[in-house]
């Protein structure tokens, strides 16, 4: 397809398994982000990929996550030992880098619902 | 460091009537801003954005938001509000010099349109 795209659109887990989410941006993006999405809380920062390599990785809220991406393309968010406060929406967003970064627009997938008992 | 705040979490107008959403920014010199507007179970997608051109800037749906130095302010406002306007919408922000250029956005306002 041409948008973002997540995958599982809703994920319910159980108190201490790990959970991956994955991403898949629009083709040419090099720029990928991650952001999580709780009731009333805005859009919390996780973690910026250019091309491979996240520059910035400041809002991992704990060692518990994980993220890569390959290729240049498909991004993985893993939660390790899940706990009851991860319960949000993943929400994952490409753009254009270069002399579009800062100016131009992130294209937001629909997200990733994780229910964590 | 850079910020965005949406003063009311929910607005509430009647369909026809004016829409008014609040943001207010802090930032250190004029940064970029932008309006994100998100249907349910949908993903966030651009309304507008304001880069250093226009201070007033029109975007889809009818939309627009102007830019205002003084006040650290860019409210967005629909002359009109329909039925369909009923979402939540979130004012965002990167630095227009230096500094990181991943967005930082605000808690979101929801908005409400009764017939």
């Known amino acids: 397809g041409a948008g973002v795209s997540q995958s599982p659109s809703n994920k319910v887990t159980e108190k201490g398994k790990d959970v991956e989410l994955r991403c898949d941006p629009i083709s040419g993006h090099t720029a990928l982000y991650w952001y999580r999405q709780s009731l009333g809380q805005g859009l919390e920062f996780l973690i910026y990929f250019q091309g491979n390599s996240a520059p910035d990785k400041s809002g991992l809220p704990s060692d518990r996550f994980s993220a890569e991406r390959t290729g240049g393309s498909v991004s993985t968010l893993t939660i390790q030992r899940t706990q009851q406060e991860d319960s949000a929406v993943y929400l994952c967003a490409s753009s254009l880098s270069g002399t579009y970064v800062g100016t131009g627009e992130l294209f937001f997938g629909e997200g990733s619902r994780l229910t964590v008992l | 460091a850079q910020s965005v705040t949406q003063l009311g979490s929910h607005v509430s107008v009647s369909e026809g009537a004016l829409v008014l959403l609040r943001c207010n920014y802090s930032s250190s010199v004029p940064p970029y801003l932008f309006w994100y507007v998100q249907y349910p179970n949908q993903g966030l997608q651009l309304l507008l954005k304001y880069t250093s051109a226009a201070t007033l800037v029109k975007g889809i749906n009818g939309f627009e938001a102007e830019f205002k130095k003084s006040e650290t302010s860019f409210h967005l406002t629909k002359p009109s509000a329909h039925m369909s306007d009923a979402a939540e919408y979130f004012c965002?922000?990167?630095?227009?010099?230096?500094?990181?250029?991943?967005?930082?956005f605000g808690r979101g306002t929801s908005l409400i349109v009764h017939p």
């Open positions: 965002a922000v990167t630095p227009s010099s230096g500094g990181s250029y991943i967005p930082t």
